[in-house]
């Protein structure tokens, strides 16, 4: 029974215990806290960021993998040094930790992207405002996630709390009809299989919603979609389950917004709505199984976001008014405007799906 | 965040880790040992039979129930008596815990059955030979299992041995066409819910295969076993899943072989095939939550088990060859005849889902 050690005790980590369950594998978590989403696999507890505590969890597993990106390069850099199997690896970590290297080496594939710039000074920044009509998004390289260390301004006055820390990413403010995402999954022999172009809904700067297939998606796009994730995971050498955030821009081009190199929120729909979900094929990429079929389970499936909490008597009303969906409650305690949990259902109208699943969320409206 | 509390650490117990997880809900597992089945949710390793063992589990607990219908009625009394909610009750198990007391309920219920008559010597049984044509099964009230305490005989010398502990129930030999099952919930407060009928395939008294819905079937075997088990469910007042084992006869009377007041093989199909999974409708009927839609997610599924082990490298290989296939490792050291997994393929035509899955399963033979 290999043994995989999951880095990181959210939420991804806690949805990746049923596939393990499923296919027998033995999944270990190094959690943050004692009371981590995934602390019914958590094997210890203790700081990512600390060598000796990685490198001791890692010794008992067969392969490690993360529920986030934020591990150290130099610890990274330190368990494949000490002959463990890290997927993703480091030197593809380092594309989702570093948003200028992320643009930089994706300009070097070719991948299709927003206007950018490394900017460095107030002057830099006032440049690329004036070169695209006194506007841009800029963006922190490192640490930014749902909304944080993103801002969209029309004076480079406006990040120089930022300036002062280091370089900055300054992006082109795309005109966007939708929002997608695009999941794929990446053995490290090499193999890789694409799930259907889902639409993500954003509130705040926050998946809300997401949407599977995309509707109202040309073939062209879901063609584009499928070819820059499939570069970017052969590109990078991702292993495991890699997420594209993507643009759908009003010109009608398909531009890289963000990546993430685990399963992602955009892709919890597959859960109920895949014959293989992105846990299950998370776990076999990164164990270089053979992938799984991603046909989905119906034509349409809506995943709704819960945030703040899922109370019991909560759960029990959704489910009973909406016996058709799928709650999923990351077992967190209550905290405003945090993820806390998600709604799934699938079926064969869109009108009448998402109705369903917006019916069983609306339980958790505050 | 509910706590249920399941008694026995076998696969059943572990299947009903994911759907715990799903739904935030926290699973404690009684073990019989610390490398049971179930050993990721396991919080005691005892012994069931011990009264103080399961009192001082089940005071952790919201709900107690059961991977198994083995625990002693009085530790079922007990655990009663000091006010833990137990689902099913010791009422209810009674009847899936002792086949005489069996069949004389259904008999009051007015459920269809093969001619039964309890045993209590030689004499009886040649009597009951006599006017069954010279044959008949001979079971066990109590223990059996897979086969085990079950036996085909035409003269009564051949069950000396079990005569001689007690009396034994005499069943007409049925000639069937085949053997179905008809899973069904209920919740303490009344409200149940059925999956659509499955045929069993038996090979030396066990499982080997699951095909829903059940082929072949006519409407009014379908209504016949849905009324079938929902008079038992009601009438014996079970709470969770019962699984009523049935002979479609070949004079085409449908009749009630065994019962299983737990999550069940015929079952197992619904983990990867239904919107709402047995192991899911388990906890939610125990909890006295709201019931799930049991709408079949393809047209066809078929569940083979595995017998012995699943080793690694053939897991690979199953997946590899099969990419729709699902298969489940019950986490078990390799042992002969032992069930030890599943496959379960769903999709749109049958012939092409049984080959499948049984290619897929193909992978595990000896």
């Known amino acids: 029974m290999p043994v995989v050690g999951v880095i990181g005790g959210g939420q991804l980590a806690r949805m990746m215990i049923p596939a393990a369950v499923g296919l027998g594998i033995e999944l270990r978590v190094l959690a943050e806290a004692p009371d981590s989403s995934a602390r019914l696999a958590a094997t210890a507890v203790g700081d990512y960021r600390d060598e000796a505590t990685v490198l001791a969890f890692a010794r008992e597993c067969d392969v490690i993998t993360f529920d986030h990106e934020h591990v150290p390069q130099a610890v990274l850099r330190a368990l494949v040094a000490a002959g463990a199997a890290v997927h993703p690896g480091p030197d593809a970590l380092l594309y989702a930790q570093d948003k200028l290297m992320m643009r930089e080496r994706l300009s070097q594939l070719g991948v299709p992207q927003p206007d950018w710039a490394r900017v460095e000074s107030a002057d830099d920044l006032t440049g690329f405002l004036a070169d ?94 499928a070819e820059i994730a499939t570069s970017i995971a052969h590109g990078l050498g991702v292993t495991g389950v890699l997420a594209v955030e993507l643009f759908a821009a009003s010109d009608g081009r398909v531009l890289v917004n963000e990546l993430a190199m685990r399963p992602h929120n955009s892709g919890h729909v597959t859960i109920d709505g895949s014959v293989t979900s992105q846990f299950e094929q998370h776990l076999r990429a990164v164990l270089d199984w053979p992938l799984g079929d991603t046909t989905p389970l119906a034509p349409w499936g809506v995943m709704i976001n819960v945030f703040g909490s899922l109370p019991d008597e909560k759960i029990a009303a959704a489910l009973g008014h909406q016996p058709t969906a799928k709650v999923h409650a990351y077992g967190k305690g209550p905290r405003a405007g945090r993820k806390a949990g998600h709604v799934t259902v699938i079926g064969a109208e869109l009108d009448d799906v998402a109705y369903r699943a917006r019916a069983a969320a609306s339980h958790f409206d505050d």
Chains 1, 2 share one sequence.
């Open 132 to 225: 695209h009509g006194g506007r841009a998004v800029v963006k922190t390289p490192r640490g930014g996630y749902d909304g944080k260390g993103v801002r969209v301004i029309d004076d480079a006055a406006q990040v120089a709390d930022w300036l002062a820390d280091g370089p900055l990413l300054a992006e082109e403010l795309v005109a966007f009809e939708r929002e997608l995402a695009q999941l794929i999954a990446r053995r490290p022999s090499g193999a890789a299989q694409l799930w259907p172009l889902v639409e993500t809904v954003q509130r705040g700067g926050v998946c809300a919603e997401v949407i599977a297939p995309a509707p109202q998606t040309t073939d062209a796009q879901q063609r584009a979609a």
